[in-house]
């Protein structure tokens, strides 16, 4: 199938459209968690929103992705004040704290997931494709509540880029001039839970945490200035979008999620070896010549001490 014939099918634009969305607002998002050495946040929320779809689908007995987002939005913000709870108040370290949340609420995710599974209407609830996604059972009504929110995310993250730097470089200088630091880092947290939960349709709750931070480290190695980074990040996950989903279309019984987690690494592994300052290739001519210029600078000095002739 050519592109353009797989453009012409409505539910696989639907698709690509949805994953190029997630991959851009996913990797905005991410960059400020991965510069504020919070890339396992990510992780830990996307676990976290796996009991906020259960308790949704429990409440409401239908499969609606509206309330699913609301219910993992809220169980996303229930992780958050917990692990800075923990954080503050105990002397629990950031990471044990995450490893906690993450745990507990996969696990009562679990549990409610076996539960609605085995009841009557369990087999029609579909959620046991919340674990590892399955984008083929989007819709158009889904791209557009993922449009939406995605473009919230992308506007939240221009509107307030300045404050979000200078929190991710400098957090006490940020304090210093007056910047509520404490409500901009909640702020980061809820955009983060947003980003996860349009994606966990997509990509999974297992799986949404690599989408988060891998195009975002794989930016960084091209470049020094936050607002490029930024702009690399959400491309590399717009085509790690589009080259899953092209992918899952061309080869039968493959899932577009784990591709596009693929996809994202392959950019990955690109950046680490040709990117032009920090790329593996870079580094091996950059110390070359250094040897080169060191060599040159040692044999002149020798002949002019008269030790070469």
Known sequence: MNIIALLQDPNTLWILVSSILLGISSGVIGCFAYLRKQSLMGDALSHAALPGVCFAFILTGTKSIFYF??????AGIIATISIGYITRKTRIKQDSALGIVLTVFFGVGIVLLTQIQHSASGNQSGLDKFLFGQAASMVQSDVYTM???????????????????????????????????TLLDQLIMILMVIAVVIGIQAVGVVLMAALLITPAVSARYWTEKLHVMVMLSGLFGAISGLMGTILSTQVN??????LIVLAAT????????????????????????SKNAFLKQHIKQSVKDGNVI
Do not use: H, M, Q
Request: aromatic share 10%.
């Open 147 to 181: 449009a939406g929110i995605g473009l919230f995310v992308i506007a939240i993250c221009t509107l307030f880029f300045k404050e979000f730097k200078l929190l991710s470089f400098d957090s006490g200088f940020a304090k210093g001039i007056g910047l509520p630091i």
């Open 69 to 74: 987002l609301i219910g993992a939005i809220i």
């Open 253 to 258: 019984n493959l899932p577009t999620g784990p």
């Open 266 to 289: 392959c950019i990955f592994v690109l950046s680490v070896v040709i990117a032009p300052t920090r790329g593996v290739i870079a580094k091996i001519v950059g110390r070359k010549k």
